[in-house]
Every structure is written in C-alpha cells, then in structure tokens.
C-alpha cells in the first residue's frame, strides 16, 4: 500500500473547519467501489430504506461491508484508514461501519441538515466520515457548515421520513439549522468533486445535499472512522446504526471484533 501525504495546513483546515476535501485519493480504487455499491443494490440489507417522497430514487443503507468484499478490500487495503488517522490526528483508526447513498437521476429529494453525531453510539473529538462518489457531481455535492463541530450543542435529530424527534427526549438541542434562508449566518463549504475524490467530515459538522438534477446517477460510498479517544455513550433511544446485541457499556471502547483497528500506530 502507497502512503498517502496529507500536508499539515490540510490537518489544521480539517481540525478547523471539521471537513476537508481531498483530490485525487481514491482514484485507483473507484472501479472497486463502484462494484461493491452494485452488489449492495443488488442485495440491500434489512436497514436499507428508500428515502425519495416524490419522483427518482434516494436509497441508502449501511453496515453490510462484512459482506461485500469489495468494501472489506478498500477499508482494509486503500490508504482511507492511514487518511483517517491523519485527519483525526489519531495513532489509530478504527472502521466504524460502511454507508450507501445513491441520488438517482431526477431526485429532488434534498438531505436534511443534520449533524451524524447524535444518531450514533459512539462520541469523541477523533471521529471522520469519507464521503466518496463515483460519479462526477456538482448539484448534489455534500454540503457541511464549516465549524459546527465546535457548537457548544448538538443539533436536534429528527426523522429524514417526518422531521419528528428521533429520540423521545430530546430537550438538550438547537433546532436544525437553515443556512439557505440565512446565507450570511454560515459558511458552508461545497464542492464539484470527481470520482477519486472524497470530503472529509468530523461526526459532529452539520450537513446536508441537495437534490440530485436529471442527468447522472450520484453514487457515494461513505466510510466512517473512529480514533483514539472514542467512546461508547448511551442515548435515551435506539441509535442509528443500532448494532442489537453490541453489549457495549458507556466509557468502552468500540469492541474490536466488530469494528476492528485498521490503522494503529502505536
Ligand atoms: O449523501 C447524502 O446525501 C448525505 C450524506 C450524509 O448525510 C452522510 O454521509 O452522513
């Protein structure tokens, strides 16, 4: 495996703004990934959901790289855990669990805005999300508002389906933002990106995307990392991704043999 170089400003801009773009990275395993999310298509999991409320097709689902080779082949074999540990500024990097969102042609369904966080049992400030089309896109490009990882509060989480609170008590949030009715209120960074391509986002940074236009298919693959200081914490519900039976307790580490170590420095 090639190391990858991350420069140190590119570390200071993730740390700083809670999401990076980097160029380039993946480009000799966008084939590979391309045939995993196909496969995962083609046999979607129990979690899969088809989130559209009109016309196209938003289909996501996650946790299934244990069964598709070639997602275990790219988080075990690309130089994405040696990224994350950088980003993270992590001796470590510990896969989390695999996520497929595919925008068909013609969906207009946006992403709401909504931070990762607190859906998720686990916390820390070493936490990385890879967002990874493999389809050039432009419209439906991640959206992240720069620095929300360092809001003093979490974000509401609510249902994609109905925008109900996804937890029954939910009383220690700010509303969801809406950085498009307050343009100067947030600065959020969004980019074309090209296949090989990938945003970097802490669990914390809000985002979102926009509707996918007619004219190409948005596939994206997302890999989500933990680092050193992460932890198991409960939540007053059942979490996304739920991982029944986990036996974890609060203040553990992730247990290994389901979310192993793919990069360890120390
Ligand atoms: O791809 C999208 O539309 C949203 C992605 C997202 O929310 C995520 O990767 O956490």
Known sequence: MTSITITDSQI???????????RGVLTDWIE?????ITRNLNNPSEYASENSVTEGRFFDDYCNWPNIPEFEDVIRNSPAAEIAAKVMRSQSAQIFHDHVLVKESGTPTPTPWHQDSPYYFVEGQQTVSMWIPVDPVKDASLRMIAGSHRWNKPVRPVSWADNSDFYEKSDD???VPDPDADPTGFDVLEWPMEPGDMVLFDYRTVHGARGNPKGASRRVLSLRWVGDDARYVER?????????GHNMSAGQKLRTDWFPVIWDQG
């Open 173 to 175: 949030w700010i509303e």
């Open 32 to 36: 590979t990934i391309t045939a995993g």
């Open 12 to 22: 200071a801009d993730y740390q700083k703004n809670g999401a990076l773009l980097l």
């Open 236 to 244: 007053s519900g059942r979490t996304s991704p739920p991982y029944p």
